[in-house]
């Protein structure tokens, strides 16, 4: 079963707003990570951020983690209309391992 | 070079036949991972190859799909006798050498695959 879902599926916002996209995850993990994928095509990595932290900074972006909920959350401040891609959550399947199981992604729109 | 190629970048073939897809991970990264995403779908996880260990086939949908790491470097995925379930973007990422245990994964662009 999907190990990490995203939410919502699809969010559509006017540049200058902020866009928050939600992760789930299942089982205990090490780390989390977002990616941003544009036009179906390959992925690229935004940020990770460890168990142990509760939240990072990278530019516009902010991600928290709560472990004890097993989630995570995504915001994007100050939208572009170059953000507009698909953004995808990934987790180790177990604790300690290498591998990433990918969740189904949010399609965000920022319309000019 | 600086990232993880793939090739061909699409690839349209009659049912039946076979199919070879390529990808070039990032010199020097140990681990390769091949995943296949359907139209506005998630990442389906097909099959992992670190080092010298024995390749981590689990996602593999069926004896049709098989892939080889030649050398440590080049990874081959093979379609044989395509089915039309087989259309899909075909995407390779490979990840550098393990730092405190956390992963990136850097990702190709990806091989479209349509299935006529």
């Known amino acids: 079963s999907q190990q990490g879902e995203e939410d919502p599926q699809a969010l559509s916002i006017q540049e200058g707003e902020n866009a928050t996209m939600n992760c789930s995850y299942k089982t205990s993990i090490n780390n989390l990570q977002w990616y941003r994928q544009n036009s179906g095509r390959g992925l690229v990595h935004l940020i990770l951020i460890r168990s142990n932290e509760r939240e990072k900074h990278s530019g516009r972006l902010r991600v928290t983690l709560d472990t004890s909920k097993k989630s995570s959350s995504l915001l994007i401040t100050a939208s572009r209309a170059a953000d507009t891609a698909s953004y995808f959550c990934?987790?180790?399947?177990?604790?300690?391992?290498?591998?990433?199981?990918f969740g189904k992604g949010t399609k965000l729109t920022v319309n000019p | 070079g600086a990232g993880v190629s793939q090739s061909p970048s699409n690839k349209v073939t009659e049912k039946g036949k076979d199919v070879e897809l390529r990808c070039d991970p990032i010199?020097?990264?140990?681990?390769l991972y091949w995943y296949r995403q359907s139209l506005g779908q998630g990442l389906e996880f097909l099959i992992y190859?670190?080092?010298?260990?024995?390749?981590?086939k689990s996602g593999l949908p069926s004896d049709r799909f098989s892939a080889e790491r030649t050398g440590g470097s080049v990874s081959t995925l093979t379609i044989q006798r395509t089915q039309q379930e087989d259309s899909a973007v075909y995407l390779c990422?490979?990840?550098?050498?393990?730092?405190?245990?956390?992963?990136?994964?850097?990702f190709g662009p990806g091989t479209r695959l349509t299935v006529l």
């Open positions: 990422a490979s990840i550098a050498p393990g730092r405190e245990g956390l992963y990136e994964q850097f």
């Open positions: 010199s020097g990264h140990t681990a």
């Open positions: 190859f670190q080092g010298n260990s024995a390749p981590d």
């Open positions: 990934a987790t180790p399947p177990q604790r300690g391992s290498e591998k990433l199981v």
